[in-house]
């Protein structure tokens, strides 16, 4: 079964603009990842947050992790149509690493 | 160039046949995992290796078969018994995770398409 889930399913903005997705899972973490998917292709990793950290940054990327909620969100600010794709989160699992359906962004220039 | 490879990149197989999903890597990862994708979904997690000569079956392993002889190398064998095996699988590696639940990042291959005819 799946451990993260993102939402919302599918995201469209203007250029220019900041997307924000989310990621709620249901039991203990000790890290949360997210992975960026482009159409037909594998997946490139973005970030990985540890259980003890609150906020992450990578370049326009930005990763906040709630673990009393149980969810983190994914912030692209000043988006091009570049970041057109898809989103995961991944969580630990019993032995592996669990990953949500993801989100659907479309960027339109 | 360290990475990770898939191929066929497409593959076509009949009713009845076996086919094999290659999938290598130079990165010196021990861990080595097959995904399964269906249009619009997420991953999910057929078989996985966190060391040469062991594997372990995920949430759909029903219908098909890996073998881990070396550390560069993890084919996955859909087998007739796989009833709907159209999809996108992929392959990819990370450090071992064998030593607790801390999971490193997976780097992924490009991935290959297959269709039953």
């Known amino acids: 079964s799946q451990q993260g889930e993102e939402d919302p399913q599918a995201l469209s903005i203007q250029e220019g603009e900041n997307a924000t997705m989310n990621c709620s899972y249901k039991?203990?973490?000790?890290?949360l990842q997210w992975y960026r998917q482009n159409s037909g292709r594998g997946l490139v990793h973005l970030i990985l947050?540890?259980?003890?950290?609150r906020e992450k940054h990578s370049g326009r990327l930005r990763v906040t992790l709630d673990t009393s909620k149980k969810s983190s969100s994914l912030l692209i600010t000043a988006s091009r149509a570049a970041d057109t794709a898809s989103y995961f989160c991944a969580t630990d699992g019993d032995n592996d690493m669990r990953f949500g359906a993801g989100t659907r962004l479309t960027v339109k220039p | 160039d360290g990475g990770i490879t898939q191929s066929p990149k497409y593959l076509f197989r009949k009713e009845g046949q076996n086919v094999t999903l290659s999938c290598e890597q130079n990165?010196?990862?021990?861990?080595m995992y097959w995904y399964r994708q269906d249009p619009g979904q997420g991953l999910r997690l057929i078989y996985y290796s966190q060391i040469v000569n062991d594997f372990q079956k995920g949430d759909i392993a029903e219908g098909y078969s890996v073998s881990r002889e070396k550390k560069e190398s993890f084919p996955l064998t859909v087998t007739s018994a796989q009833k709907n095996p159209t999809a996108f699988y992929l392959c990819?590696?990370?450090?071992?995770?064998?030593?607790?639940?801390?999971?490193?990042?997976?780097?992924f291959g490009p991935g290959t398409r297959l269709t039953v005819l």
């Open positions: 947050i540890r259980s003890n950290e």
């Open positions: 990165l010196n990862h021990d861990a």
């Open positions: 990819a590696s990370s450090l071992s995770s064998s030593s607790g639940r801390i999971y490193f990042e997976q780097f």
């Open positions: 039991t203990s973490i000790n890290n």
